[in-house]
């Protein structure tokens, strides 16, 4: 869904600073005496030493001063029973509200320091969007019928988050709970594309668009239209760019390329050739753009991961390591009182009295419980917009697109209103599979969402078929689909924030005793890293100050 990502967030913030202007301590805006000794900036630095050394050299200083992009250090310190020991006082106890990723997040890293914390859980099961169904799971709805679900041994269904980029902190997490991982494959040659009523191979779509793009600029840099703007040797460099990036013939002509794959692959023979390309017109026609762009963003670059076995293993270790007593599950909270000295919490099944609370509840749902914070929490908590997502789980009894289709995981992306279609990235060459057969969003996932479970399965393979044939309904044998804006105590899939205003930073700060934490107070909205960074943004404001208290 890398596809603007309709309503994960506003749109992405402009590229980030390069890192030499980052930080506190940036250098002085150019313009600043060259070589004045005595300010020697992190900047005048790196440019001595890449006018010295070249980019590498610099490259490699900037990390050892801890700027280049790869340091992922998040300088978080999880709070340690040591911390109080010379302070000589104890941890305290705090009461999370949610026990999805950002309740879980919180309880674990302050239970390394021996906090007493309570989970009030309004769901049945802990987890939130983290869900993962299978067999003998029910799904109830709100509005809406309940399923059961009846995938066969082995088979799941991560019905949330599916893909991990490697730079995020829910990577971490697998590796400190001991989770196995495993390449969730986000981007495959051999899906399709599917737009304006014709099907092609990603690998096709992308040859043929890069092929002309090359083409066209090619031609011009080489009747000389850059002239101005590069300079003669930059326009050799960028026509052999160009050559290599669109296999584009010695006259600087795109005329189609082995790139775009084969009817039957080379072996014995040089294989059977694919119908030539379309024309320029033809191939922009097509409207492939968002299709064979949507891994460019950083969230979507290969390779991406998922824990082996289904999302869930991440809601299954946390809570293990959190304690599942300290769990109240089918607690519904219904007040929340910041007093002087603590936080009482009462739910439907009796009050909580802590220290300090963490609420990690959806923000739309948050603002519908009384509390005493404030009306410019209320406000605030009411502010960003709840978006509609839905998927679908398709069970077949034989794995077709990997016998017939040659697709192994990755993604279809299609104009339809199914938006994509997700093929295993697990258990390859077994004998059932579990396709999504639709991830939608916005107005696609409320069509969708409104509809009874028999007719979502049957829209949703009425439009498949449109890309695979008849064979989408063939060996089909079960299914379960989810709408998240219809799911009881979350009702929405993620938010969007109209802009990150002060409504957002005020609610990164505690109101009172009371913390937020969630996906939704981080610019990493709709993923589980968000929630983590979040809990732990909380979980160290909350241990400081218990630290620092009197
Ligand atoms: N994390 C979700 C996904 O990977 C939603 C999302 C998509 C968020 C693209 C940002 C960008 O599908």
Known sequence: MADSAEGAGPAPAPEAESAEGAGPAAAPKAGSPKGAGSALTRRGLLIGIGAAGGAGAMYAAMGALGLAPSDQDKQFTAPRRGDFTLRGKGSAKVVILGA?????????????????????????????????????????????????????????????????????????????????????????????????????????????????????????????????????????????????????????????????????????????????????????????????????????????????????????????????????????????TNLADGVEVAYTGGVVKADYCIATLPPHLLARIPHNLGAQVTAALATPVPVAAGKIGLEYGTRWWELEDRIYGGVTETDLDITHIWYPSHDYHAERGLLVGYYNTGSAAELYGALTPEDRRHRALTQGKKIHGEKYRRDLLSSASIAWERQEHIQGAWVRWPSFDSSFTLLQRPAGRVYFAGDWLTHLIAWQAGAMESARGAVTGLHQRVLQSP
């Open 100 to 336: 999805g990723v950002a309740g879980l997040t919180a309880a674990y890293e302050l239970g390394k320091a021996g906090y007493d914390c309570t989970l009030l859980e309004a769901r049945q099961q802990a987890g939130g969007r983290n869900l993962t169904l299978r067999g003998g799971d029910r799904l109830t709805e709100l509005n809406g019928p309940a399923q059961d679900v009846r995938f066969g041994q082995g088979v799941y269904f991560n019905a949330g988050p599916g893909r991990i980029a490697p730079w995020m902190v829910a990577l971490d997490y697998c590796r400190e709970l001991g989770i196995p991982i495993e390449t969730f494959v986000n981007n495959n040659a051999a899906a399709y594309v599917h737009t304006n009523g014709r099907t092609v191979r990603a690998r096709t779509a992308r040859a043929d668009m890069y092929g002309y793009v090359a083409e066209l600029l090619a031609k011009a840099t080489d009747l000389g239209a850059l002239d101005k703007v590069i300079t003669g040797e930059d326009r050799d460099r960028l026509l052999e760019f160009l050559r290599r990036f669109g296999d584009l013939g010695p006259k600087l002509e795109y005329e189609g390329s082995e790139r775009r794959g084969f009817t039957r692959y080379p072996a014995l023979d040089g294989g059977a050739a694919l119908p030539a390309p379309g024309t320029l017109h033809q191939v922009l026609a097509a409207g492939t753009g968002r299709a064979i762009t949507n891994d460019f963003g950083y969230e979507q670059a290969t390779p991406m991961f998922q824990p082996v076995g289904g999302m869930d293993a991440i809601v299954t270790k946390l809570q293990e390591a959190v304690g599942a007593d300290r769990i109240r599950t089918g607690a519904k909270v219904t007040k929340i």
